[in-house]
Every structure is written in C-alpha cells, then in structure tokens.
C-alpha cells in the first residue's frame, strides 16, 4: 500500500528505460520520437541509472 507520494514530482524531467534492448527499445526509442520536441526527455539503457544530487543530474 503507497502509504508515501513525497517522492512524485521530484524530478522535472522524464525518463525513458530500456534504449537499446532487444525488447523494449523500439518502443523507448518511438516514445523519444514522439515526444522530444516538447518535454525534457532522458533517456537510458538498461544498465544506466540516473544520479540526483542537489541540483545536479548525472547518468551512470
């Protein structure tokens, strides 16, 4: 049960998984394409993570 929702919002960007997989990455890389233009799109593979420190973002 989500007893907690502190942590929604805490970014101002979006985040796209699974660039490059076998699977997924077609559908990853159509939702880059469709929406890029107009929102703040980060984009990631499967063994990326994305670091949040204070105001800097970094991806691993």
């Known amino acids: 049960m989500l007893r907690d929702d502190s942590a929604l919002g805490f970014v101002d960007f979006y985040i796209v998984p ?27 593979t499967d063994d990326q993570i994305i670091c949040v420190e204070n105001d800097t973002v970094t991806i691993l």
């Open 18 to 44: 699974h660039i490059g997989n076998a699977e997924m990455g077609k559908g990853a890389q159509d939702v880059i394409n469709a929406y890029a233009s107009v929102l703040d799109i980060r984009a990631i």
